[in-house]
């Protein structure tokens, strides 16, 4: 279980996060939806200590992330970056087998390739990528490839940073699917960030919307449509004219 | 308007503090790592090669030049004492104890200081750093750790080789153009050279190589977002390396050759 409370992050006069409060059940999918800038991926780095909060509490467990032991807290986690960051002085095969080449999970480079070429097959990348760089991928591909490393040691909780823009329909079909089976068969806890309405209702058991550095609302996925709420309404229905102003 | 200038002064010395303090800190930080496992020996080997092997040309090239120039020099001061017998030995102290660490030192910090502060900026900017953290590798003992040792370690090595193809140098022009006898001109180098003109200057390449990788990731850490970033992450580490190894080369040369 992922737990919020009260999270406050500015950059300078910039005041991203005001306040969030956001909890995540244990092996349940959450999708955090809301505006371009306001502060999802802050809130994603936050929950993994890559950025820290000025102020509130970020609890993996019941357990504070600021004076959890790092590298055990990490081993449990996956993320998924929203430019792919991808270590562009290795092959596609070496990004997604990064873990498992060194530290605790170490394995034979042999199996790391097969399983690294097998997360890749389920991302819908086939094995001649696996030598390539990641420079000589497209946008989609190496989204897709930053998918497979987040996966690739089997993680208890999984970040997802927009992982389907920039991907054909199809292709995003195929990632949500994949997201879905992960929550449910393998009983991860996932936190996935998306601007697509189609996949918020193919990957979420729960949905919160973030405006003005806090959650606006928060709740099941098929609650969405009867929420009644005029800031989530304008979003899913992408309209123009609402509370949340368009043109800034 | 005074007052105006000495805030201003204070800021900007306030400011050099905070950088210093903050330089410090990940120098120990660096030391830490260093000494800590895990231990990435793939990265270190490819420092030692893009740091010490891939620097041979350019820190021949500055020694060869160097030693030439300075036996010319040397026997044109020389012969207004009619001393111009003492070029050979003074070309070898000349470079081992000076000019083969400083001047190799530079080129060295132009060469690597940027590069390692280009290539980690880069990282930084793309969350390529970020991205290591989640995989739970701690970006010092990834990154810095072994470019750092690898340069305190083969700083030296350039500055030996550094050293021997500058006295090279002066001997070319010593034979060749200012008529000393070959023999006689090995003789008189080796004759006056100590020990420890040579150690004292391998010492310096020590530090300087530190002071170059240490520098070089440090900028790169703290690069700002953008291209803009990297390019100033990139011009910082040059110029700080520089002037670092040049008051560096100050307080050991005081430290090793008074009192
Ligand atoms: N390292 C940083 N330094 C300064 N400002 C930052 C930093 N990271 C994020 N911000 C600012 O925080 C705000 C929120 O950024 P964030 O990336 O979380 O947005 P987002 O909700 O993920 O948007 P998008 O949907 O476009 O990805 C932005 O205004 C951004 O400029
Ligand atoms: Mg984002």
Redesign the interface.
Known sequence: MIELRGVHKSFGNNAVLRGVDLTIPKGESMVIIGGSGTGKSVTL?CV???VKPDAGSVLVDGQDVTTADR?AF??R???L???A????SMTVWQNVA??LL???LKKTKSEARDIAIEKLRRVGLKPDVADLYPAELSGGMQKRVGLA?AIAADPEIIFFDEPTTGLDPIMAGVINELIREIVVEMGATAMTITHDMTSVRAIADDVAMLHDGVIKWTGRVDQMDSSGDPYLDQFINGRAEGPIAAVR | MVLGAVAGIGRSTLALVAGLGRGVLFMAQTIAAIFSP?F?FREFASALLTIGYLSLPVVGLTAIFTGAALALQIYAGGSRFQAEAVVPSIVAIGMTRELGPVLGGLMVAARVASSIAAEIGT?KV???I????????NPMRYLTAPRVLAATLTVPILVAVGDSIGIFGGYLVGTGRLGFNSAAYLKNTVDFLEMWDVTSGLIKGAVFGFLIALVGCYFGMNSGRGAQGVGRATKSAVVAASVLILAANYLLTELFFTG
């Open positions: 780095k993994l200590g890559l590298d990490l081993a986690f996956g993320m970056f929203q430019g960051a991808l270590f562009d990064f873990r060194r530290g605790s490393r | 895990p990435y990282m793309t969350e390529q970020d991205a290591l953290v989640t995989l739970s590798t």
